[in-house]
């Protein structure tokens, strides 16, 4: 923007430049998000190594949002050992980056009504042993985040495969995954449903509220 905008406006304006966090804010950051039990993973008991801690903040480049999508991954996708603890090594860590990369093209795919490509990232995903429950949740949220009204039955497809491939398991399961990407990658695409959220969710947080209008309350009791 500030090479962009126009020079008279810039002159009335308080410029702020932002710059890419260092690599040990990165592992405040990080540490914080597995240790905070109230605005982070604090309750899934992580126990994230020193090396994972640190491939994990030099991979995200200064990018604070990069670093926190990549440890939340890493915390969703990786099973609890014997110890109760989910633990997070440089193995995981590293598995973790080539997810986020191949989830992301997943959901793209999907987004983009390219139902081949949706196919075949999520052959990559199989075949990489990603968990079929974890599939299942993007596919849902891209239905309602990405396809919304302009084609209600994608959230009951995928709502109806989440479900099945819970009770029918691998290696089944893969077929009706592709059934519901498919499906929602070749719907229609609206995002009516997030922008309705989002701007009311702002009318709410930042307007004061009034009470409800009298024809819109309950009349169901005696007296009202």
């Given at each position: 923007?500030?090479?962009?905008?126009?020079?008279?406006?810039?002159?009335?304006?308080?410029?702020?430049?932002?710059?890419?966090?260092?690599?040990?804010?990165?592992?405040?950051?990080?540490?914080?998000?597995?240790?905070?039990?109230?605005?982070?993973?604090?309750s899934y008991k992580v126990r994230l190594t020193e090396d994972a801690l640190d491939f994990l903040a030099d991979m995200a480049d200064g990018d604070a949002r990069a670093a926190l999508?990549?440890?939340?991954?890493?915390?969703?996708?990786?099973?609890?050992?014997?110890?109760?603890?989910?633990?997070?090594?440089?193995?995981?860590?590293?598995?973790?980056?080539q997810k986020r990369?191949?989830?992301?093209?997943?959901?793209?795919?999907?987004?983009?009504?390219?139902?081949?490509?949706?196919?075949?990232y999520l052959a990559r995903m199989l075949n990489a042993g990603?968990?079929?429950?974890?599939?299942?949740?993007?596919?849902?949220?891209?239905a309602a985040e990405d396809v919304s009204n302009a084609d209600p039955m994608a959230l009951v497809v995928a709502v109806s495969a989440s479900q099945a491939v819970e009770r029918i398991g691998m290696p089944e399961a893969q077929i009706i995954l592709a059934q519901a990407a498919t499906y929602v990658a070749s719907a229609p695409k609206s995002n009516s449903a997030v922008t309705a959220i989002s701007e009311a969710m702002d009318c709410v947080q930042h307007t004061k509220i009034s009470g409800i209008p009298p024809y819109l309350q309950d009349a169901h009791y005696g007296g009202a």
């Open positions: 923007p500030y090479f962009e905008v126009n020079g008279a406006l810039l002159s009335r304006s308080i410029i702020f430049e932002l710059h890419s966090l260092q690599t040990d804010d990165i592992k405040r950051l990080l540490r914080r998000a597995v240790e905070d039990t109230e605005r982070g993973m604090g999508n990549a440890i939340e991954l890493a915390v969703l996708t990786t099973e609890r050992g014997e110890d109760g603890l989910i633990t997070i090594t440089l193995d995981v860590a590293h598995e973790c980056i990369d191949t989830i992301s093209a997943f959901i793209k795919s999907m987004r983009g009504s390219d139902p081949d490509a949706a196919v075949y990603e968990d079929i429950k974890f599939i299942a949740r993007r596919i849902m949220i891209c």
